[in-house]
């Protein structure tokens, strides 16, 4: 479904997603679902032109028990790459 939307919005007058940089991130249930899934997503913005930043791979696993009662992320790496990665998207 993820990637009949990507369709849909590549479809739209001009190049919207070429040259913009783009993170992929994952929280699953699982240990695994998060890697198919970026695996997939990285190979299915290929055609699009996009910048996709190589990394840091952040893929949150056992999702439910990563955030507390008020819905922060209590996972330290994960909040390290989420910081790593945006640094990435901010301005030079």
Do not use: C, Y
Not at 4 to 29: C, F, H, M, Y
């Amino acid at each position: 479904m993820l990637k009949n939307a990507l369709d849909w919005v590549s479809r739209t007058e001009g190049s919207v997603w070429q040259d913009k940089p783009v993170v992929i991130l994952s929280a699953a249930a699982g240990r695994a679902g998060g890697e198919r899934a970026q695996s997939n997503l990285r190979l299915a913005m290929n055609p699009f032109m996009a910048h996709v930043i190589s990394g840091p791979e952040v893929m949150l696993a056992n999702s439910s028990d990563a955030f507390d009662e008020n819905g922060h992320l209590t996972n330290e790496r994960t909040v390290a790459g989420i910081e790593k990665l945006m640094a990435k998207l901010r301005p030079s």
